[in-house]
């Protein structure tokens, strides 16, 4: 898509105007960063192609296109509203504002399913890459524009709407080599990382020349036979340890401390399983309640076995997404700055919530 203007920047903004194809299209940046698109009448459609005409002055926002396709990558009203963290409602509404605004339906949907229609298909790679356009024009226009993406790493948890939270600020790539919280830790030390997504404690933070900032919390819950989904105090838990220490380092850690100050028992284990369908068969075996491990904490829980909450303490598991002390690229702290803007840290300040004596995100620490 070739510029026809240059980028200018300006008390009032950013504006610039692109071509491509039949799309004419102004992107105007306020002071309070709203980008508005306005589109010429050859509107978004190849010529002779009917129904996406948008002759007229109306405004279609950036962040509108953004959620139409989010909806149409999930088909799912419910998944896209996750991943956009807003409301279903809301969603659904901007998607008929969209609508109204393009003159067109753009899906077609009832109780049961989400379809693209005719003219939503068509729009739908248009749209894709006017975001991408918009994005690295607002990464320019920051001073945050660069060659290489930011290489962010995870252990099991990551945020399902990465994408969406870095669009605009930097390119991200996420690994593929899911490794435990310590060796993501220690390859963001050595330069493999830019950040990953992983739990550590204020020693391995000052061991490692690292800072970290909350990035997601877990409450850990036990698994117990049978229907009883009452409370359990934490006393009254068994808790795993294995005996693989490459790779269960951080949940030992964790877990040994628990145990110590709630007064758990403590089960060591020398098949993994900690997690998994392993764990289920600990927990028949066991006949008891068994605090739950972070890295399963989605897994579908059997018909026979039962979720409980812990109390008395709650433990809570925290993720931390942590970068080089130092970080020289401008990328890695605005994709800091957009992963943890909003994170909700109700969890620890909750009564009754337990975190190890040094995690970073406990009080005093």
């Keep these: ?42 509107g978004l459609l190849a010529a002779g192609r009917r129904g996406l005409s948008l002759a007229y ?28 963290r807003i409301a279903g409602p809301s969603l659904s509404q901007q998607i008929k504002s969209l609508e109204r605004d393009l003159k067109v339906q753009l899906f077609d949907r009832d109780r049961r399913s989400v379809a693209l229609t005719a003219a939503g298909s068509a ?39 990465w994408a969406e939270r870095a669009a605009g600020v930097a390119r991200v790539r996420v690994d593929t080599w899911v490794m435990p919280s310590h060796a993501q830790a220690a390859r963001v030390a050595d330069g493999s990382l830019d950040l990953a997504i992983c739990w550590v404690e204020r020693p391995d933070l000052d ?25 359990v105090e934490a006393g009254h838990l068994t808790v795993l340890l294995d005996s693989d220490e490459a790779s269960w380092s951080s949940w030992n850690r964790y877990a040994a401390e628990f145990a110590r100050e709630s007064g758990a028992r403590v089960v060591r284990v020398d098949d993994g399983g900690v997690t998994g369908s392993t764990f289920f068969d600990h927990v028949r075996r066991l006949r008891g309640p068994v605090l739950n491990n972070p890295k399963g904490q989605n897994d579908a829980t059997p018909s026979d076995l039962v979720r409980r909450p812990v109390i008395d303490p709650m433990p809570v598991w925290t993720w931390s997404l942590v970068w080089r002390r130092g970080e020289a690229n401008p990328s890695v702290h605005a994709v800091v700055d957009a992963f943890t803007a909003d994170t909700d840290a109700s969890a620890l300040t909750e009564p009754g919530t337990w975190l190890t004596a040094g995690d970073p995100h406990r009080a005093g620490n």
Excluded: K
């Excluded at 903004?13 to 039949?22: A, K, P, Q, T, Y």
């Excluded at 991408?132 to 252990?155: F, H, K, M, Y």
């Excluded at 490692?208 to 009452?230: F, H, I, N, P």
């Design 123 to 161: 729009l739908l790679p248009r749209a894709r890459a006017l975001i991408g356009q918009a994005d690295e024009l607002r990464r320019e226009a920051l001073g945050l524009s660069s060659s290489e993406p930011v290489r962010i790493g995870c252990v099991q948890w990551c945020p399902t709407d």
């Design 57 to 84: 002055a109306d405004r279609v926002e950036l962040r509108q296109l953004r959620y139409f396709v989010t909806v149409a990558d999930e088909l799912n009203f419910g998944r896209a509203a996750d991943r956009l």
């Design 1 to 42: 898509m070739p510029w026809d203007a240059p980028v200018t920047i300006a008390t009032r903004g950013v504006e610039v105007v692109m071509s491509w194809s039949l799309l004419d299209v102004t992107i105007i940046r306020t002071r309070r960063g709203r980008v508005a698109l306005h589109f010429d009448e050859t």
């Design 207 to 231: 061991a490692l020349e690292l800072d970290a900032r909350l990035v997601g919390t877990d409450r850990l819950y036990a698994v117990s036979m049978g229907q009883d989904a009452s409370p």
